[in-house]
């Protein structure tokens, strides 16, 4: 990686910036986590997302005039498929390009290039990432996009778009993605808030606050020595269920709203679907099953591939193809492709029908099937096969017609004889 040597001295501070709330005093005061992957619902979406995608085999395919064929001869294809980097799995890969697609809003990953060709790919710390958008042409090209990457060690190394794959999420403008974790974040922090609640909730043994009625006069000092020890008589999980042993003169009162007050549960779900709306997740994947059947379940899971895995797929597809292979090599066909099949597969039962529709119509060899579940192919498995009694359309009847009028002519030659 080329470094970057022009300093960048100048930064834009905000009133969220951890230095100008230090500087301010000014501090949280609500004890929630900043971490939205510490609230449930955020990060079942993230797991189910990041999952789904690294579970995807990524294959080169090559169109050509003879149809669509796998290529695994090509140098990148073990690269992919096992391991792009000396460090990560091809699953770890994934999951860590679409978590910091997702959290960030895009992700960026080097290409590292040796003699001409790619020996690695590296997905960059999105913290110390920056996009630059060379207007006035102060280092380059003018309109050239830079991505200024800082190390540990400060040094900053300047990447061209050629350099780098460029993953993005939703975006106004094509360059920069949007942040699913800022546009739900009233949202999650109302959940970590409900969460921090119930827990408290229970943590006093589901005892309320409430208004403690005495008659008679009592010093500021008795006062504090009676709650304190009417709160530990009450407070915690140990005292949850028991009696509550009240003194002569004394009264309780309640005085906190209770969670079905508050329709607290009704909140929860209510919460529970923008966050996995925002995500574009089913509510059966994060177990919300109050709608649930075995018709519609299915059908959602090809909703779910449909409308939000599919769009993703074709970024990272279509990127890869742009920028990891070669002019000539798009111009012969070839591109970058998961395999959703591992999404799709139904029961076995319904396979083998479909695989025997397919076979018996002609479209599909037995060994084109076979390789879909795994098997060895067959020397004879390799030719399309179709049921005989199948014929053109401008045939069908020839067979019937042929035999009237052989036995009309017989009929005609035995009237002649007589």
Known sequence: MGIFRRSIENRDYTLSDPIIQQFLGITDTTNISPDKLKEATYFACMRIMTDTVAKLPLKLYQETDNGIKKVTNHYLYPLLKLRPNPYMSAS????????NRLEWGHEI???????????????LEMSKVTIWVDNAGIIGNQNAIYYVYTDNAGNQYKLTEDEVLHFKGLTRNGIIG???KDYLSTIVDNAQSAQKYLNNYFKNGLFSRGLLQFTGDLSDDKIKIVQQKFEQMANGIQNAGRILPVPIGFSFQTIS??????QFWELNKLTIQQITAAFGIPLHMVNQLDKATYNNVAQ???????DTLLPILTMYEQELTYKLLTQKEIQAGFYFKFNVDAILRSDIETRYKAYSVAIQNGFMTPNEVRAKE???SRPEGDVLIVNGNMQPLEQVGMAYRTKDYNTQQQQQNDNSDD
């Open 178 to 180: 949007m942040s699913i």
């Open 109 to 123: 990953v080097y290409i590292d290039t040796q003699n001409g060709k790619i020996t690695g790919l590296y997905p």
């Open 300 to 306: 959602q899971e090809e909703q779910f591939y449909r």
């Open 374 to 376: 795994e098997l060895p």
């Open 92 to 99: 770890d890969f994934w999951k860590t390009v679409e978590f």
């Open 257 to 262: 709203t209770s969670m079905a007050d508050a």
